[in-house]
């Protein structure tokens, strides 16, 4: 470490422990919480369904359970509100038995009708949920999440009305079979189509007509005006007839895949799929439901409270089938961006768990050896998303010549210190270990070769070359990495980058949007597949956030999703992989290593490679942490 940050390191933490005294260990009037732990940036939403990053996951993991579970250290797939499961000899239908004892926090018993509601909405083009598409292996639910209707289809039509006393339900629904899908010209002339996404464009001129020749178009439509059609909020492919999702009874559920899917089990127990209250969300609505007055919750924790900007805090759900599992009565999640921070109410023991902590003290950690910092392998990426629809990033050389003109190594140790691996891979290389599948790189840094693929898209010696920006979310970390990257395209490129530090939930609104340049991303496996990582750049993805479109990466991507496990399927991906690796609407620059500083008197602390900590499974030595807070009182530390 530099001179100067060493010697500035005790002035850091006394800064930033000055700023958190008091503020990570109590709240007035409540007692003090059984475990407390750094949670990173405040969550953005409590809503599984709506929730992308790993702060609101860890809060997410604890109050809404799944079909199934992953067991927290081998991740295997474990019985959770299913009970047990059966699979068809074609790998297609999967019948879930569900639990007779699983019941919502305030009571309500949690059903198969309820999982299917609870999915519906997940899947609905309004809900606008991200990892919607996790959904897409089950027949028809693609079409229905992007609401993609077409003539002859059964369909479903929420009219334009709400019950004043359930503002939050849906409207009426009209339901019946599209004799007819298009629009009506200005002139009057019908316009008929295949199909078409109803009601979503910005032209509203999207009609259809039922069974019984009743035209249906959005309230904006001149039609609806002129009286000679009816206004409609929606319209949908007929999900009780269309989407293979449905209750034999209250405790069996059936989910009929359109292909065999070999990763669709391990995808059950990621928390958006997680069924929600719909109980609750037509009485609240939505984000109301999730205030701390509304929420019911069906995991081994429910919300207590929660401070903007402060801490989430959880307490033990009592009507949890998984109640004796919990030992942490309550557990305060705190709302911390900043490292430093972090890492000072941890050395004074106002915190038993920081799930981040600056570069400058991991380095000093790793070389003392400290036990305390808990260091994985995860399956994850760290890389810079292109916005390919920008010129000049538009242009395949340029990307490359991006990717090229980096020094990965300097950057990666300058930031994080030593054990943190550089990739050129977009799949962590962890993935051959857990899977078989042997990651694809992209061509070696070099730089004279950047420097021709430069001159070569028009822009020798960076002559010419619009100034664009570099994004990231507010952190020490991503600062100095964007601040290396920008003098190293500089030097090595004659390329001038700006630098823009933004907001968590701005910063992701931004990418969603295709707002932005070049932005700092990360991406931790939600299963052990390489799919999950690959399937991010599909033209339609809903995460893919670069722009990238290649019909030749799309068919490969959906080719192997019907393939069973084993070579033929990794050979599948290996020849998407290249296509990636070679058109570059991402740099990938390093595979995560995680960084967990657990107190001593944390006596079970499980750990996998995707970083999950079940607050469930995590035991405490109750003596030795009021030890040590006791001591930290006598030190002036705060109550």
Not at 146 to 160: C, N, P, S
Not at 482 to 504: F, P, T, Y
Request: proline fraction near 7%; include cysteine; charged fraction near 25%.
């Amino acid at each position: 470490m530099p001179t100067r940050f060493r010697e500035l390191v005790p002035f850091l933490l006394a800064a930033a422990l000055l700023a958190a005294v008091g503020r990570a260990f109590w709240l007035p009037g409540e007692r003090p919480a059984d475990f407390v732990f750094v949670n990173g940036t405040e969550p953005k939403s409590l809503d599984p369904q709506l929730i992308t990053g790993q702060a609101e996951g860890r809060i997410a993991w604890a109050l809404f359970d799944r079909l199934v579970r992953w067991d927290p250290e081998t991740l295997e797939v474990i019985p959770a509100l299913a009970e047990r499961w059966e699979v068809s000899d074609d790998q297609r239908r999967y019948v879930f038995s569900l639990r007779k004892d699983a019941r919502w926090s305030d009571g309500v018993r949690i059903d198969a009708p309820g999982i299917v509601a609870a999915w519906q909405r997940f899947l609905d083009p309004a809900t606008a949920a991200e990892y919607a598409y996790q959904l897409w292996p089950v027949r028809g639910a693609k079409a229905y999440s992007t609401g993609l209707v077409r003539a002859g289809a059964m369909i479903e039509v929420e009219l334009d009305q709400r019950d004043p006393e359930r503002p939050f339900a849906r409207g009426p629904l009209v339901r019946g079979e599209a004799a007819w899908v298009g629009s009506i010209a200005g002139d009057g002339a019908r316009q008929a189509s295949d199909a078409a996404e109803l009601f979503g464009g910005s032209d509203a001129d999207a009609v259809l007509v039922d069974v019984d020749g009743v035209l249906y178009a959005s309230p904006d439509h001149p039609l609806v005006a002129a009286g000679d059609a009816i206004a409609a909020r929606a319209a949908l492919p007929d999900f009780a007839t269309t989407v293979g999702i449905s209750a034999a009874d209250e405790h069996t559920l059936i989910v009929e895949l359109a292909e065999p899917t070999p990763y669709f089990l391990h995808v059950c127990g990621f928390y958006p799929l997680s069924p929600v209250p719909m109980h609750v969300i037509e009485k609240h609505g939505s984000p109301g439901w999730t205030k701390a007055d509304s929420i019911v919750c069906s995991g081994p924790y429910r919300l207590h409270s929660r401070r903007l900007r402060d801490r989430v805090r959880l307490v033990r759900n009592e009507t949890s089938y998984r109640t004796d599992e919990v030992s942490l009565e309550v557990v305060d999640a705190l709302a911390i961006d900043s490292g430093a921070t972090a890492l000072a109410l941890f050395e004074t023991a106002a915190v038993d768990w920081a799930t981040s902590l600056p570069p400058f003290a991991a380095k000093l950690f790793i070389e003392r050896d400290d036990p305390t910092l808990r260091l994985r392998s995860e399956l994850s990426i760290g890389f810079y998303r292109l916005n390919t629809t920008r010129p000049p990033l538009d242009d395949r050389r340029v990307r490359q010549a991006l990717s090229r003109g980096l020094d990965r190594a300097t950057i990666v140790k300058a930031v994080y210190g030593p054990g943190q691996p550089t990739s050129l891979s977009f799949v962590p290389e962890g993935m051959e270990a857990a899977t078989g599948y042997a990651p694809v790189q992209t061509a070696a840094e070099d730089a004279a070769e950047a420097v021709r693929l430069l001159a070569e898209a028009g822009y020798p010696g960076g002559k010419g070359f619009p100034k664009i920006t570099i994004t990231f979310n507010a952190d020490e970390g991503h600062q100095m990495m964007a601040e290396l990257i920008q003098a190293q395209w500089k030097s090595r490129l004659g390329i001038d980058v700006e630098l823009a530090s933004m907001e968590w939930g701005a910063f992701l609104d931004a990418q969603s949007r295709l707002d932005y340049w070049v932005a700092r991303a990360g991406w931790t496996a939600d299963y052990v597949d390489p799919n999950t990582f690959l399937d991010m750049f599909l033209t339609d993805g809903a995460n893919n956030q670069t722009g990238f479109s290649s019909p030749a990466y799309d068919r490969l991507i959906a080719e192997a999703s019907r393939t069973p496990a084993g070579e033929a399927r990794d050979a599948v991906f290996a020849e998407a992989e290249t296509i990636l690796m070679d058109e570059l609407p991402v740099l990938p620059l390093f595979m995560r290593v995680s960084k967990n500083l657990v107190a001593p008197w944390v006596t079970a602390f499980p750990e996998n490679p995707l970083d999950i900590h079940p607050l469930e499974a995590i035991r405490v030595d109750a003596t030795a942490r009021d030890r040590a807070r006791q001591a930290r009182r006598l030190r002036g530390g705060g109550p």
